[in-house]
């Protein structure tokens, strides 16, 4: 067997058992990384603290008092969001904590999921 043959036959079995060895790792119990859409999705919908200082349901917006909001890399502060649907805001009043997701599309910070704690 020449060197160029064995050098092969080497990269092959490497490239065999790391191509096996990565597939295990995605379908390991508890790690399946295999669905990484769901994973990011899952990642993107992280709840933040607030509490509500204003409300208006007229226009579709609400003022929250809240934590960082770690997808949108966001400190803490008072702010004023659009809402996705303006039914989301039924059933809130000011001072009322809430645990909340905001998203930024196109620009607009817009807050997708909204509850009562």
């Given amino acids: 067997m020449n060197y160029k043959t064995l050098t092969l036959t ?4 490497l490239a065999t058992h790391t191509s096996l060895q990565a597939e295990e790792m995605m379908h390991h119990e508890g790690h ?16 933040t603290k607030g509490v509500i200082t204003r409300l208006d349901e007229g ?6 008092k809240h934590e960082a909001i770690d997808n949108l890399k966001m400190p ?4 004023v969001f659009r809402v996705a649907d303006p039914a989301l805001l039924k059933d809130l009043k000011v001072g ?3 645990r909340f997701h905001a998203e930024n599309p196109d620009g607009k910070l817009t807050v997708t999921t909204i509850q009562k704690q």
């Avoid at 080497?10 to 079995?13: I, K, M, P, Q």
């Avoid at 226009?59 to 929250?64: D, H």
């Avoid at 803490?76 to 702010?79: G, K, Q, R, W």
């Fill in 10 to 13: 080497l990269l092959l079995g």
């Fill in 59 to 64: 226009s579709g917006k609400v003022g929250i």
């Fill in 96 to 98: 009322d904590a809430v």
């Fill in 76 to 79: 803490a502060m008072t702010m």
């Fill in 32 to 47: 399946n990384m295999s669905q990484t859409g769901e994973m990011s999705e899952q990642a993107a919908m992280m709840m």
